[in-house]
């Protein structure tokens, strides 16, 4: 079984710019989270999708955003980049309680 | 809110010496815990997780978890550690239906 996968693997970008980072489950998981990693604040939760719905959101700004397909593959969006906003954004996908993560998506703010 | 501390930031062991990641939590209702490693450049693996059930759990890598009730911990253990050992490691607790993670410990295996 094909674990999560997500794309890209690593992302430059400039301070306003907006990016779309993409997150494949494993096959029949239909929970999705996200989570963003920093040296500073360690891993915090963004926000969590079930069957295309959000069932719960971190303590972020409105300019970090998500959603889920039809098919349980996840999308998270950041608007207006900060320097800030550089780190290793994780996605996981669960069942049974417990949860399998991805590689993560390196993002740098330049 | 639930939550888990993890008191050290950095462990320091020696090659074939027993290792201890320390772990404690503050939950409501019954807790679900986990500790899972990172390794350079990767994302999060699983090693464990305790539910229910005996206070031993065994895991991947041949780590195991004590769940002690009364002191509220949940450390991480080996008997024997290797070099291929040292990595990042993080206990993490449920609460609804995200999880909470501490901040980590960076363990360091001495050959």
């Known amino acids: 079984k094909a674990g999560v996968t997500q794309t890209p693997r690593y992302l430059i970008k400039t301070r306003g710019q907006q990016v779309t980072l993409s997150c494949s489950p494993i096959?029949?998981?239909?929970?999705v989270s996200w989570y963003q990693q920093t040296p500073g604040q360690g891993l915090q939760f963004l926000f969590e999708y079930f069957s295309e719905t959000q069932r719960n959101k971190g303590n972020f700004p409105g300019r970090f955003s998500g959603r889920q397909f039809s098919n349980s593959r996840s999308e998270m969006n950041v608007s207006t980049l900060e320097l800030g906003d550089s780190a290793l954004y994780l996605c996981?996908?669960?069942?049974?309680?417990?949860?399998?993560f991805g590689p993560g998506t390196r993002l740098t703010v330049l | 809110a639930q939550s888990v501390a993890q008191p050290e930031d950095q462990v320091n062991v020696a090659e074939g010496n027993p290792l201890t990641v320390k772990c404690t939590y503050s939950v409501s209702g019954n807790p679900y815990l986990f500790w899972y490693v990172q390794y350079p450049n990767r994302g999060l693996q699983f090693l464990l997780k305790?539910?229910?059930?005996?206070?031993l759990v065994k895991g991947s890598y041949g780590f195991e978890a004590e769940f002690n009730k009364s002191q509220t911990s949940f450390h991480l253990k080996k008997p024997s550690a290797l070099v291929s050992d040292s990595a990042l490691y993080f206990c993490a607790v449920r609460d609804g239906d995200k999880i909470i993670f501490g901040k980590g410990t960076r363990l360091h295996i001495l050959p």
């Open positions: 305790y539910i229910t059930g005996d206070n």
């Open positions: 996981a996908s669960s069942a049974f309680n417990e949860q399998f």
């Open positions: 096959s029949g998981h239909r929970s």
